[in-house]
């Protein structure tokens, strides 16, 4: 198995840690940024807890992206970790952690890929966390 660190993340964000836990396991939030586009369509089916698993289809145009994976430990609202397959994108399987804390009046998230991935990992999670941010932000 592939346990190479693709992407580790660490971020502030205004909210508190039920909110930023909820956005990674409640369908209609993560489909508002979760491999999210300006041009895609996305449809998220969740079972957070552990060994239930999570698919997000991903629609945008004329192609069709899944994004599937098994929680491994969902332990809200302080830490969660699922497996990550997107067959479209790259081979093998990819592991992600996150950790949530309450630090002061917000929530420090720390986030890490390890496994298989995309040669742009980190870029890419980068991007996604920060519109999670960006979307919690505005709440």
């Known amino acids: 198995m592939n346990f190479d660190i693709r992407?580790?993340?660490?971020?502030?964000?205004?909210?508190?840690?039920?909110?930023?836990?909820?956005?990674?396991?409640?369908?209609?939030?993560?489909?508002?940024?979760?491999?999210?586009?300006?041009?895609?369509?996305?449809?998220?089916?969740?079972?957070?807890?552990?060994?239930?698993?999570?698919?997000?289809?991903e629609h945008d145009g004329d192609s069709v992206?899944?994004?599937?994976?098994?929680?491994?430990?969902?332990?809200?609202?302080?830490?969660?970790?699922?497996?990550?397959?997107?067959?479209?994108?790259?081979?093998?399987?990819?592991?992600i952690e996150i950790l949530i804390a309450s630090e002061g009046t917000q929530s420090r998230l720390d986030f890490l890929a390890a496994g298989d991935g995309p040669e742009d990992a980190q870029n890419l999670w980068k991007r996604m966390l920060a519109n999670l941010a960006e979307l919690l932000n505005r709440k």
């Open 65 to 95: 992206i899944t994004h599937d994976g098994i929680y491994s430990v969902v332990d809200r609202p302080a830490r969660l970790a699922f497996s990550l397959v997107v067959p479209q994108h790259f081979e093998g399987t990819a592991f």
């Open 7 to 57: 992407a580790r993340v660490s971020l502030l964000i205004n909210a508190n840690p039920q909110v930023v836990f909820d956005a990674w396991v409640d369908p209609p939030a993560m489909e508002q940024w979760l491999f999210k586009s300006p041009t895609n369509i996305l449809r998220a089916v969740t079972n957070p807890q552990p060994g239930g698993t999570y698919s997000i289809i």
